[in-house]
């Protein structure tokens, strides 16, 4: 390959996105020219496959490596040049994206408004996108953490069953998971409780620097677990209450940006989904939504899928589209149960009366 290599084309092949879905594992020799010591400490911070090396910014790495930003950027452009195929053609991404698999949420209802055109015309299930990353807001009580809580089952069952087949990191700030709930449902549900809580790595933050310490490091994790699915609940209930006032603002928004752009990364590379849940406020205007997320501009741009969960009636909870590269914004209501997330009654009888017509 090196041979082929024209001058004068390094600047611009830096420009292609990053799109190797091999991983290669960092050893001993794999980086020509580098000092095997230095690399170890790039390592040893959470980065450990070529592709995630290539896709760490200099500055980033420098600070939490420890090594010169100077050297991550030779390293980085090594790792670049071991893992960019150059361009692909729109087919090609089209393949890709068509192959991604889809996390069920456990609830049918939910599933068919997160079909694509095409999950429609194949007649496929629908779901939350692998290589994505997903937003779940809504108010207190709302069922945030419970859809949490049924991912975290469903996203280690085989794809037959909806799941991505893979373990699960769960990133607790509000000290949410209650693994006697998880048992709960997997007993109702049929399914072997005790590896299910083998399969999550829980980890907790205690404040936001802490969060970002543990986001830098998930590359590793996911590699050495196989992990499939990353939960954050919630993303920012601490830099929430760790940034008072309006002049706090940049330095907030700084921090999540890193967090974010660190989720996408993993989620590309790691062929994983990543879904974070978000708290709502009310916005004093006449005009638009009078309840939004939180977390501005950053947080709106950063996720592929954005969700929204309010109570309905008599105890129901509706699911919201808010934003999607290719769906409206359609709605499903769903139930709360022992089974975790379930589709309502009257939703059950329509499907039936249907296979029956
Ligand atoms: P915040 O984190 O406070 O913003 O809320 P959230 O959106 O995460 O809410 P959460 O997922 O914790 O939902 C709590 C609600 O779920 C409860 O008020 C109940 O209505 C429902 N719920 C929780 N556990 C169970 C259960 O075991 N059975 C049933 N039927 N409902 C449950
Ligand atoms: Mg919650």
Same mark, same amino acid.
């Given at each position: ?100 698999? /889809? *996390? ?6 939910? &599933?068919?408004? #997160?079909?694509?055109? @095409? ?5 496929? $299930? ?90 830098? /490091? *998930? ?6 677990? &196989?992990?499939? #699915?990353?939960?954050? @609940? ?5 830099? $929430? ?117």
């Amino acid at each position: 390959m090196g041979a082929r290599r024209v001058k004068g084309m390094e600047k611009n092949k830096r420009r292609i996105p990053v799109t190797g879905t091999e991983k290669i594992t960092i050893e001993e020799g794999i980086l020509k020219g580098t000092t095997w010591s230095t690399v170890q400490k790039i390592v040893k911070s959470g980065i450990n496959t070529v592709g995630d090396l290539a896709r760490q910014t200099p500055s980033q790495l420098a600070e939490q490596s420890g090594v010169g930003v100077d050297t991550c950027e030779k390293y980085i452009d090594l790792a670049l040049d071991m893992v960019n195929e150059g361009y692909i053609t729109g087919s090609q991404l089209y393949d890709r994206i068509r192959n991604n698999k /889809r *996390l069920s949420t456990g609830s049918r209802a939910i &599933d068919e408004i #997160l079909r694509s055109p @095409d999950d429609v015309r194949e007649g496929k $299930r629908g779901g939350i996108e692998e290589h994505t990353t997903t937003e779940v807001s809504g108010e207190n009580g709302a069922g945030k953490t419970q859809l949490m809580h049924m991912l975290a089952i469903i996203a280690q069952l085989p794809e037959e069953e909806g799941g991505l087949g893979g373990k699960v990191v769960w990133l607790d700030t509000e000290n949410t998971l209650r693994p006697d709930r998880i048992k709960q449902i997997c007993e109702n549900r049929g399914i072997d409780y005790k590896q299910i809580l083998d399969g999550i790595i829980y980890e907790e933050a205690y404040h936001s620097l802490h969060q970002q310490k543990i986001i830098s /490091r *998930l590359p590793k994790t996911c590699h050495d677990y &196989d992990v499939k #699915l990353v939960i954050v @609940d919630s993303m920012m209930a601490h830099l $929430r209450s760790e940034y008072i006032g309006r002049g706090t603002l940049a330095g907030r928004q700084n921090i999540l940006g890193d967090i974010l752009q660190r989720l996408g990364k993993i989620a590309q590379e790691h062929n994983l989904t990543v879904i974070y849940t978000n708290q709502i406020m009310d916005k004093p205007t006449q005009y638009g939504d009078p309840q939004t997320a939180i977390g501005g501009n950053i947080m709106g741009h950063a996720s592929t899928l954005r969700l929204n969960i309010r109570k309905g009636r008599q105890g129901t909870r509706v699911m919201q589209i808010k934003k999607s590269p290719y769906l409206p914004e359609l709605e499903a209501i769903f139930n709360i149960t022992d089974k975790g997330i379930e589709d309502t009654e009257a939703n059950l009888k329509t499907w039936e009366k249907e296979k029956d017509e």
